[in-house]
């Protein structure tokens, strides 16, 4: 039998096999045998969730549009499809060539959550790929990674040969642009790593052994190769308008979570909330302009015939220029028979008559993400919302006619008390009051639906000392806030697992000692942590007690300010002292300004210059 | 206006898609072509365009068919190489024809539809012993299988023979897809009713042809193939392409 029809067979017995097979549009198709480097980007989950990333089409596209290089991909196969691989003794392959992910040259996996991680050992263990890069040969692929958890990536650490730090459109270009030198000089491995932790953003973790002092705590990393950095710096690129932007996006052919054309606005974020990883790494905020996010949005539009749009930043009303930009999207939307897509818009009077426009009928998806319950616990969090912001706003929605509101919260945040928690129920109520209100007096069907997530201590925030919550105090609080809620009516209730939170914290903080577990989870069955029907909570606590790895220790551990972390050599652009002071400003519950209205003095703009500095 | 029906392919990887997505993939593809379709009224407007018939996931077929309606008028060469740039390689037009306007769709008119499995049959039978098997089979006058009934989940039985218009078995080509090299790979080609008012699932066929011959039927290692689709003029017993169909010179007789 031919691989093809070794392939058939198996798609004919898996769900959704089309998952498997590639060639949409615009997925590339190359040939193999001109390119100097096959570079597999591989996704730690399944097809609909990482086809619905953009990161992935930007890299796809930027490194696709180098001639000598060939990126394909790969995904976390789904159960059925691992049962079979395994059972026919068959190796994972890329979806465009159907190429066993071993003959690649590098394996990128991006890492957008902790609990993807087995499912990278998984993907790795499908391809027959040894698991640790000490036990890799020459003839196994590099396996890299990137993504917003590579800013701790110690718990990979003995998995990754490099890592990438920041922005990957350059470095990726300069990793492979290395790499087809390396190839043609015939040396061994360990000297393209030499070479490429030169390049800025580049992680060799290798090239580094952490040192723990007495008790077991972190000291430093001693450096093992002289050529390596110190610190290891992210990557930044300046100036989006001329970075590369897919218009030929790929178009999957099977629903995904997210099917539609998509252009990222901006970049960072100026809010600086305190338990915000993704506003500290990815300073500073930069735009790309009007003319070339409209220039984009068409002929995206036009290229794969998509009938949904979508913007892209970490706060869409933000955008210096939002009011005509999303004007003249809404137009070129209508010209074209396209619905357009608002995410996280703030709520003033310019969103609602947007929303009635482009929403018409279908009064759907109002949320709220006033983050606590207090304005005492906001300024503690530093998320810069009043009540007046949000009754107003539920007012003027109520009375446009929209029947309900998605409220998230946060609980377990630092210095939080059961005063917080009522505060949280008092929001709900408010909400609701005030919608009777404009409703002259009567609830109708206005909904509010209270949705709780568990605060998870991450590098790179001034939250990154705080000890998370006890699940015990997670679930009391959890049945409290029930319990309030239960009491108003058209209220519904929501809350995170919290065993999952609590494993996402001693991955978000671990260090490289905790890879053993995970490797002994994988090992034990665990895969597709982030899916609640295949988490298996009690797998992973045989894991930890296998390797002898205290979970405790990561997770409900306050850390000294003073001390060294894992996490130390990596560096995002924000200065320690900057996370430091705003961890102790927290304690006394003073909020920091937004820096459009004046430098906050984290420290990027040793770096770079901040275009929106001061411009409010 | 103006009002079409392609005939197109869908084979190779893309047999692993489904009706929904194929749709998908045609409302895309029109959009990006900029063959603007007409759409329907009211809260929820889609493109007025419709498949014959829904092919199941994992089936090739050589002869697809959809209907649709366009706000402009065009050459039919014109929506071939148009559409034919544009489509993913597995889906293809291989002609176009206009329709008069009509309230009736193709897939009101759709009867019958022809389809070839081949597998490899387990079990010791020769083929010429198969043949006699199949004659056999098809001098039953009742064929009954057990059907779960949609709404309700409860078996209910079946005779399918009326369903089967004819059913013919060779030795596979072994260069065929699913031919392969080997003993008693077949090809069994299949006549029967294919349509919204009668339709027989040709595993369900298969499934009880092999099971009259002692062995069991693995729908994974067969490869299936829609070959064609077809109606009957009211009065004549001549099986026409559906592709020949003016639905609008249809009465409704039917």
């Not at chain 1, 990979?156 to 890592?163: Q, R, W």
Request: hydrophobic fraction near 35%; charge should be negative.
């Amino acid at each position: 039998m031919t691989w093809n029809e070794q392939l058939d067979k198996l798609l004919k017995k898996v769900e959704k096999p089309a998952r498997y097979i590639g060639g949409e549009l615009y997925s590339a198709d190359k040939d193999p045998r001109e390119v100097d480097t096959r570079f597999a980007f591989a996704f730690p989950d399944t097809y609909e969730i990482g086809m619905s990333y953009l990161g992935l089409q930007i890299i796809y596209h930027v490194l696709n549009k180098m001639e000598r290089v060939y990126c394909e991909r790969v995904f976390a196969p789904a159960q059925d499809m691992e049962a079979l691989l395994r059972e026919e003794q068959l190796p994972l392959f890329t979806l465009e060539t159907g190429t066993p992910l071993s003959e690649m040259d590098i394996v990128g996996f991006t890492l957008q959550y902790e609990l993807s991680y087995t499912n990278i050992l998984n993907i790795l263990d499908l391809a027959g790929i040894p698991l640790k890069s000490e036990d890799r040969g020459e003839e196994h692929p590099f396996i890299a990674a990137g993504g917003p958890c590579a800013f701790n990536p110690e718990p990979l650490a003995p998995v990754l040969d490099f890592i990438m730090l920041g922005d990957g459109e350059d470095a990726l270009r300069e990793v492979c642009e290395a790499h087809r030198s390396w190839k043609a000089s015939g040396a061994p491995k360990r000297e393209f790593l030499e070479e490429i932790c030169r390049l800025p953003g580049i992680y060799v973790p290798s090239f580094y052994e952490p040192v723990y002092g007495e008790n077991g705590v972190f000291s430093h990393m001693k450096k093992l190769y002289d050529g390596a950095p110190d610190k290891v710096e992210k990557r930044m690129v300046e100036n989006l308008d001329e970075a590369d932007f897919p218009e030929h996006t790929i178009v999957p052919l099977i629903d995904v979570v997210h099917d539609r054309a998509v252009v990222e606005i901006f970049r960072g974020c100026t809010r600086g909330c305190r338990f915000c990883q993704a506003g500290m790494i990815y300073r500073p905020v930069r735009e790309r302009s009007a003319e070339r996010i409209k220039a984009l949005a068409k002929s995206q539009i036009e290229a794969t015939g998509y009938d949904e749009m979508s913007i892209l930043s970490l706060s869409t009303s933000d955008y210096s220029k939002i009011e005509p930009l999303v004007t003249d999207l809404m137009s070129t939307c209508r010209e074209n028979n396209v619905a357009l897509s608002l995410p996280s818009l703030r709520l003033d009077s310019f969103s609602f008559n947007v929303l009635q426009e482009i929403q018409g009928y279908k009064k759907s998806g109002l949320t709220f993400a006033p983050e606590a319950g207090t304005q005492r616990l906001r300024d503690v969090i530093n998320k810069n919302i009043t009540e007046k912001d949000i009754y107003g706003a539920m007012e003027q929605a109520a009375e446009l006619g929209w029947n309900g509101v998605k409220l998230y919260f946060m609980i377990g945040l630092p210095t939080e008390t059961y005063e917080d928690l009522d505060g949280i129920a008092e929001v709900a109520q408010n909400i609701m009051d005030v919608a009777c209100q404009a409703n002259g007096g009567r609830r109708g069907r206005f909904h509010v639906t209270v949705s709780v997530s568990n605060f998870v201590p991450k590098a790179h925030t001034p939250f990154q000392w705080c000890a998370q919550d006890s699940e015990e105090s997670f679930r009391e609080k959890h049945i409290y806030l029930k319990d309030k809620l239960r009491k108003i009516k058209g209220v519904t209730f929501n809350y995170h697992e919290t065993h999952t939170s609590h494993l996402e914290a001693v991955f978000a903080r671990g260090d490289r000692r905790v890879c053993d577990t995970l490797i002994k989870a994988w090992e034990l069955g665990c895969r597709f942590d982030g899916w609640s029907e295949h988490f298996r909570y009690d797998t992973w606590l045989e894991a930890f007690r296998q390797t002898g790895i205290s979970d405790d220790f990561y997770a409900f551990q306050e850390l000294s300010t003073d001390a060294p972390l894992p996490w130390d050599h990596i560096d995002c652009g924000v200065s320690k002292a900057f996370l430091r002071s705003e961890w102790e400003k927290a304690l006394k519950e003073v909020c920091t300004q937004d820096c459009r209205r004046g430098c906050a003095g984290c420290g990027i703009n040793s770096r770079t210059t901040c275009e929106r500095e001061g411009t409010l | 206006m103006s009002r079409y029906v392609i005939q197109f392919y869908k084979k190779g990887a893309m047999r692993f898609i489904s009706h929904l997505d194929l749709l998908r993939l045609f409302k895309r593809t029109f959009k990006r072509t900029g063959i603007k379709l007409i759409y329907s009224q009211g809260f929820n407007p889609h493109p007025k365009m419709s498949f014959v018939q829904p092919l199941s996931l994992g089936y090739s077929s050589e002869k697809e068919y959809l209907d649709f309606e366009t706000v402009e008028q065009f050459s039919c060469e014109d929506i071939v190489s148009r559409l034919n740039t544009a489509l993913p390689k597995g889906v293809g037009l291989t002609d176009c024809r206009q329709l008069a306007p009509s309230k009736r769709t193709l897939a009101a008119v759709v009867e019958y539809g022809s389809y070839t499995a081949t597998f490899r049959m387990g079990g010791t039978l020769s083929i010429a012993e198969l043949k006699e098997k199949l004659a056999a089979f098809l001098a039953l006058n009742e064929i009954i299988v057990e059907k779960k009934q949609k709404k309700t989940g409860k078996l209910v039985q079946q005779n399918i023979r009326p369903m089967i218009l004819d059913m013919t078995l060779e030795e596979a080509d072994p260069k065929s897809a699913g031919g392969g090299e080997g003993n008693n790979n077949i090809t069994l080609t299949l006549l029967v009713c294919a349509g919204s008012n009668r339709n027989l699932n040709p595993e369900v066929l298969l499934k009880a042809f092999c099971e009259s011959c002692g062995v069991p039927f693995i729908p994974e290692e067969a490869e299936l193939t829609r070959n064609e689709l077809y109606y009957k003029k009211p009065g004549s017993e001549q099986l026409l392409s559906i592709f020949d169909c003016q639905p609008s010179a249809e009465s409704e007789a039917f």
